[in-house]
């Protein structure tokens, strides 16, 4: 297998296996309340940080990768007191999904090494990649600590794995 097929494959892995699965499963377990609750004015909510995911990814890999036209507003992301409802966070974050997978999988390997626009940067295709794995697992983790903290709950990431 060459290295940009496994690149990509493994792209996908960590963001619709580990990140889109465990933010489905992390907005499942909060009520709307929670969802929206910000502890203090210099925090964001569960909310925010799921609108701030879905902009940063279209505009990442959607718009610098993918070449759509990049609309995004990103304090927007910020400035939402919601509540916007669950399940329909939860059906832009499948629409996104199918979105991007079909974006990444028509990626070619000269995209990956070529230079692409994104906000006010200048990136390679692996370097927009990454960033976006690396950006939405911070993010997630942060809302799992959330979901942990509020709720008292396992979330189980691994329950059906023995990591001995």
Same mark, same amino acid.
């Given at each position: 297998?060459?290295?940009?097929?496994? %690149?990509?494959?493994?792209?996908?892995?960590?963001?619709?296996?580990?990140?889109?699965?465990?933010?489905?499963?992390?907005?499942?377990?909060?009520?709307e309340?929670?969802?929206?609750?910000?502890?203090?004015? #210099?925090?964001?909510? /569960?909310?925010?940080?799921?609108?701030?995911?879905?902009? #940063?990814?279209?505009?990442?890999?959607?718009?610098?990768?993918?070449?759509?036209?990049?609309?995004?507003?990103?304090?927007?992301? %910020?400035?939402?007191?919601?509540?916007?409802?669950?399940?329909?966070?939860?059906?832009?974050?499948?629409?996104?999904?199918?979105?991007?997978?079909?974006?990444?999988?028509?990626?070619?390997?000269?995209?990956?090494?070529?230079?692409?626009?994104?906000?006010?940067?200048?990136?390679?295709?692996?370097?927009?990649?990454?960033h /976006?794995?690396?950006?939405?697992?911070?993010?997630?983790?942060?809302?799992?600590?959330?979901?942990?903290?509020?709720?008292?709950?396992?979330?189980?990431?691994?329950?059906?794995?023995?990591?001995?």
């Open positions: 297998m060459d290295f940009s097929t496994l %690149f990509l494959r493994e792209i996908k892995r960590r963001l619709f296996e580990e990140s889109f699965a465990r933010l489905r499963q992390c907005l499942s377990m909060l009520t309340e929670e969802t929206w609750y910000r502890p203090n004015e #210099n925090s964001n909510s /569960v909310g925010n940080l799921t609108l701030h995911l879905m902009g #940063n990814t279209k505009q990442w890999i959607l718009s610098g990768l993918g070449k759509e036209p990049d609309t995004r507003t990103r304090q927007q992301e %910020f400035d939402e007191r919601g509540p916007i409802p669950t399940t329909d966070l939860l059906d832009q974050l499948d629409k996104l999904e199918k979105k991007l997978d079909a974006c990444i999988s028509s990626l070619q390997p000269e995209s990956l090494t070529a230079i692409h626009d994104v906000q006010v940067y200048k990136e390679h295709g692996i370097s927009i990649l990454v /976006v794995v690396e950006h939405f697992s911070y993010h997630v983790g942060q809302i799992t600590y959330y979901v942990k903290a509020r709720k008292n709950v396992d979330t189980q990431y691994y329950g059906d794995q023995d990591l001995g």
